[in-house]
């Protein structure tokens, strides 16, 4: 998946996060983990599309979730965990800010990862590997689904009714 695509809508709409779930929601969720905010968040629409598969026509090879808030909505709480320091770089800038973002994600890959036991132990968790995006042609089809995710939030009728601009700071990086 490719984060980081997003778009912050003008006026910001929505209630804030703090009123919405309350400030001990928020706590638990920062220390333990638990709580309302572990649920999925926001996800309006999910789109299957075939982007780069012309002899599979009706098979997708991508999806595309649009999420209906930004990470910097929940001012970094949500973060994902192998990201999160850089994460919440990220969407400092548009911290409290409404908007949505896109994610897209292959359908069909055609990196292959493995998992392997760490030791004889069988308490140790496994090494998992996903070695995404190692085969070139998953990387081409990444490529293409972002442009057309771009090109989805990026329609008119967001533009016109949501004021929504895109939120181009992973330009910068």
């Not at 973060?79 to 850089?86: A, C, E, G, N, V």
């Not at 770089?89 to 392997?116: C, E, Q």
């Not at 990026?154 to 990086?173: C, D, M, P, T, W």
Request: glycine share 6%; hydrophobic share 35%; net charge positive.
């Amino acid at each position: 998946m490719v984060l980081g695509i997003s778009w912050t809508i003008n006026p910001n709409i929505s209630t804030p996060i703090f009123t919405r779930i309350g400030k001990r929601a928020m706590l638990d969720y920062q220390e333990r983990r638990s709580g309302p905010l572990t649920a999925p968040l926001g996800v309006c629409a999910l789109y299957h599309l075939n982007i780069d598969s012309p002899h599979e026509p009706h098979v997708p090879d991508t999806h595309i979730a649009m999420i209906c808030m930004l990470e910097g909505q929940l001012y970094g709480l949500a973060s994902f965990q192998p990201l999160k320091q850089s994460v919440q770089d990220y969407t400092r800038p548009i911290y409290g800010r409404d908007g949505y973002y896109m994610i897209p994600t292959l359908a069909r890959p055609k990196s292959v990862g493995s998992i392997t036991l760490r030791s004889k132990n069988p308490f140790d968790p496994p090494i998992v590997d996903p070695n995404c995006l190692s085969h070139p042609d998953d990387v081409e089809l990444m490529i293409k689904a972002s442009k057309a995710s771009r090109r989805l939030g990026n329609a008119k009728i967001f533009r016109s009714v949501l004021g929504a601009e895109a939120f181009n700071e992973f330009l910068h990086y």
